[in-house]
């Protein structure tokens, strides 16, 4: 059976202007997005993770616009929604956000309790004390203990988990299709990471939510993607099932990420890092953008941008290696060794 796309994204193009000059921050992502499905986009700091699902909530920087490309939310055309009140009607309703820093998306003049209310008030429809009782019963749905004092206190007197679940719990009661977590849990120790993972995961099957994780940290989704995304330079190079991405990841790039784990490192040895620096998107990037920090770069990565090869029917990659023609190049032995040893060491 073909698998149902809840949002589809075509060759999209996102340009800034800044001082005059251009940076080109996405070029040419194609994405379909399946619903139900847990898609994680992985990058470097500056890939365009971020830049990209904005895209999706009209939340670009004034600065910012799509120059190219469409983005098909249930069938309709996101690029030409203009005003705010177009906006609104997807924002938080249909597609809604989870923020790494709590902070910046509670407000800390009100309580907990009447800012998950205006959600609930907005998109449930709930007035008085219904509303107040859809409000109890989402805190301890996240898991916060003791709703009906909390309910009553401010944002500060959260530790930055439980902040967390409240942001969490504002999403929710929007009653979202789509719930994009841009590095939910960077700022909280590994214990409360796992627990919001495994919270926002319940609360996907619950709802029969959409999820898309925004990280740079490929451990954090193992656990929880069925797909995987990598970006690099406001580019998908690669894409597929997390298993595939895992065992038989086959751009370069990806290599380095997946040796660039901590989990993966030897006891005593310096942890690997990537080499380099990721190109300055102010400038036309030519051939493979990775090609400069890739020590095993074809003469053709630094002349001509690689179409998606596809590995199987779920698994493609933008590099030249999978062309025919190419010589082979094989991954590193450590990656090689994942295969076979057939255990997910990332968890
Ligand atoms: N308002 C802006 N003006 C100019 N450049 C911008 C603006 N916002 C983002 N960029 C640039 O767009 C590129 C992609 O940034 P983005 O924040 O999406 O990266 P990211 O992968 O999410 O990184 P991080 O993990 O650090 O959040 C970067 O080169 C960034 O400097």
Known sequence: MAEDIILSVHDLDVKFTLRGQTLHAIRGISLDVYRGESLAIVGESGSGKSVFTKTFMGLLDANGSITG?????????????????????????????????????????????????EAVVLHQGLKGQQAR????????????????????????????????????????????????????????????????????????????????????????????????????????????????VFYDPRHPYTWALLSSLPQLGVKGQPLYSIAGTPPNLFQEVKGDAFAPRNPQALKIDFVER??????????????????????????????????????NPYV
């Open 306 to 343: 690689p179409p998606y090869f596809d590995v199987t029917p779920s698994h493609r990659a933008r590099t030249w290696l999978l062309d025919p023609r190419a010589p082979k190049v094989e991954p590193p032995e450590h990656i090689r060794q994942l295969r076979k040893q057939g255990v």
């Open 69 to 117: 490309g469409s983005i098909r939310y249930e069938g309709q055309e996101l690029t030409q929604l203009k005003s705010d009140k177009d906006w609104r009607a997807i924002r938080g309703r249909e597609i809604a956000m989870v923020m790494q820093d709590p902070m910046t998306s509670l407000n800390p003049l009100k309580t907990i309790g009447a800012q998950i209310e």
């Open 133 to 244: 009782q859809a409000v109890l019963e989402v805190l301890e749905e996240v898991g916060i203990d003791d709703p009906q004092r909390r309910y009553r206190q401010y944002p500060h007197e959260f530790s930055g988990g439980m902040r967390q679940r409240v942001v969490i719990a504002i999403a929710v009661a929007c009653r979202p299709k789509i719930l994009i977590c841009d590095e939910p849990t960077t700022a909280l120790d590994v214990t409360i990471q796992a627990q919001i993972l495994q919270l926002i995961r319940e609360l996907q099957k619950k709802y029969d939510l959409t999820t898309i994780y925004i990280t740079h940290d490929l451990g954090v989704v193992a656990n929880v993607a069925d797909r995987i995304a990598v970006m690099y330079a406001g580019d998908i190079v690669e894409i597929g099932r997390c298993e595939e």
